[in-house]
C-alpha cells in the first residue's frame, strides 16, 4: 500500500497539480487585493460612496451596529452580502484570466499541430547594421 501510494504521489499529475496550487493561492491573493483595493473602491464612488465589503442585514431585529467589523466583534448575527458581492467579482477575474490563458495555450497547441512554429521576432536593428558592416568588410577583402 505504502508502494502505491509513493508511485502515486511522485506522478507527474500530482506534482503538477501541487505547483498549480501553490500558485493559484498566491494569484487568488493578487485578485482579492485587485478586487479590494483597486476595482471596488471606484465603483463605490461611482455608486455615492458605497463600501461593498461592509453591507450587510443584521438578522437579529434589536441589534443596532454601525459597520460589519462592529457587528462581529459584538457576536451579532449578520447576513455580509458585500463580502459575497466582492467574492463574486473575485471569482470572475480569476476564471477570466484562467480562461485566457487557456485560450492562449489551445491556439498554440492548434499551430504546433499544424506544424506552424511561432514567427521569429526580426532581429534588433543593431545587429542588422553589424551584418551589414560585416558584409563590407567581407567583400573589401
Do not use: C
Amino acid at each position: 500500500m505504502f508502494k502505491e501510494f509513493r508511485e502515486f504521489a511522485l506522478k507527474g499529475n500530482v506534482l503538477d497539480m501541487a505547483v498549480g496550487i501553490i500558485i493559484g493561492a498566491a494569484f487568488t491573493t493578487i485578485v482579492k487585493s485587485l478586487v479590494d483595493d483597486i476595482i471596488m473602491p471606484p465603483i463605490g464612488v461611482m455608486l455615492g460612496g458605497v463600501d461593498f465589503t461592509n453591507y450587510f442585514i443584521v438578522l437579529s431585529g434589536d441589534a443596532a451596529v454601525a459597520s460589519l467589523a462592529e457587528a462581529k466583534e459584538a457576536g451579532v448575527a449578520v447576513l455580509a452580502y458585500g463580502k459575497f458581492i466582492n467574492a463574486i467579482l473575485q471569482f470572475t477575474i480569476v476564471a477570466f484570466a484562467i480562461f485566457l490563458v487557456i485560450r492562449q495555450m489551445n491556439r498554440l497547441k492548434a499551430r504546433i499541430a499544424k506544424g506552424e512554429a511561432p514567427a521569429p521576432s526580426a532581429p534588433p536593428r543593431q545587429e542588422v547594421l553589424l551584418e551589414e558592416i560585416r558584409d563590407a568588410l567581407r567583400a573589401k577583402s
